[in-house]
């Protein structure tokens, strides 16, 4: 099985080096051509620490030709943030084989749905998280914190899930099925403390640059029940689409990224505190970062947009969305995954039942 690994991320380094480890001819595609001529040079060596060990190995073919890349592979693994969502399905969009499946890793909040809006076909997977927990150390290394995670994935359209899921398991034999693409998009825990922990952290990542631990230092017991508020309205939209979805520290006990004993308590400030795989990370050194963009756009703002749809109210994920916004001179109403990008205005949430399930 040939699969093309889309990301010259954090992400995109660890799905290269793993899916190589596992066997696997990769083609690692970044639109950076100073990245891929300094793999090139580095006779595509990728190096690793952390949960496997240390070590290296040699990716297959590293390339900035989307047509390269895809045109020729069984599975295509996405790891790119929500805001290069577009520009990557459009690219690939003249080259991708009918029958090839591609695996958004992970799809943020609408990911799959905004991708089958854009490519006019199915086929298409989304994680609700990424596989790995992992930092590129160099342009060359990558430090994995957590790998094989069982991550949710929802299929689009959902008839096709049994299909799908059999040739991403090859790759990947721990992910867990999700009902529909809905259950994978709503359980995005990383715009459930993401937004919280940057926007009532604005003043501190300004003043110092972010340096903090932004999960040990920067979720505070009170910015803990603000995430569980979020948390909160993220479950009642999905319960509107008929999901009953685990809260948040269950997710991130679930992901193994945090203590049983946090789960239970329902406690986001304590899931954090005891978060050995995320402890360490540093804040982001700005604003200006995916923790903004791609957790708002591609997080909170289709979790809202959701709810609109339903008639389901969400004044806190709303109030981040809109403090964001005044924050960074954004629009995220018209820049991030709205309806219409899903593909989904003007529906029912019948009708949007319905199209989730066939397409």
Partial sequence: ?????????????????????????????????????????????????????????????????????????????????????????????????????????????????????????????????????????????????????????????AKETEAVLEVIRKAYPYVVAGRDVLESSLCNINAMFHPPGVVLNAGWIEHTGGDFRFYYDGVTPAIGKVIRMVDEERLAVAKAYGLELDNFCTVLYNAGSTTKEAAEANDPYKACQESEANKFIKAPPSLDHRYMHEDIGSGLLPIAELGRLAGVPTPITDAHVTLSEAMMGRDYHAEGVNLEKMGLDGKTIEQVLDYVTRG
């Fill in 1 to 157: 099985m040939k699969i093309a690994v889309l990301g010259g991320g954090h992400g995109g380094y660890a799905a290269a080096a793993d899916l190589t480890l596992r066997g696997y001819k990769v083609c690692l595609f970044t639109f950076s051509a100073a990245r891929v001529e300094t793999l090139h040079n580095n006779d595509n060596v990728i190096s690793y620490t952390g949960v496997w060990g240390e070590g290296s190995c040699r990716v297959a073919h590293v390339s900035n030709s989307m047509e390269e890349a895809v045109s020729g592979a069984d599975l295509v693994v996405m790891n790119v943030p929500g805001t290069g969502h577009e520009r990557y399905l459009n690219a690939m969009k003249p080259y991708l084989r009918g029958d090839t499946v591609l695996y958004m890793n992970p799809g943020h909040t609408g990911g799959a749905l905004r991708a089958a809006h854009i490519l006019g076909r199915g086929r298409i997977a989304e994680a609700n998280t990424l596989s790995y927990i992992a930092r590129k150390t160099s342009e060359t290394s990558v430090h994995v914190s957590s790998s094989d995670k069982p991550v949710t994935v929802g299929v689009f359209p």
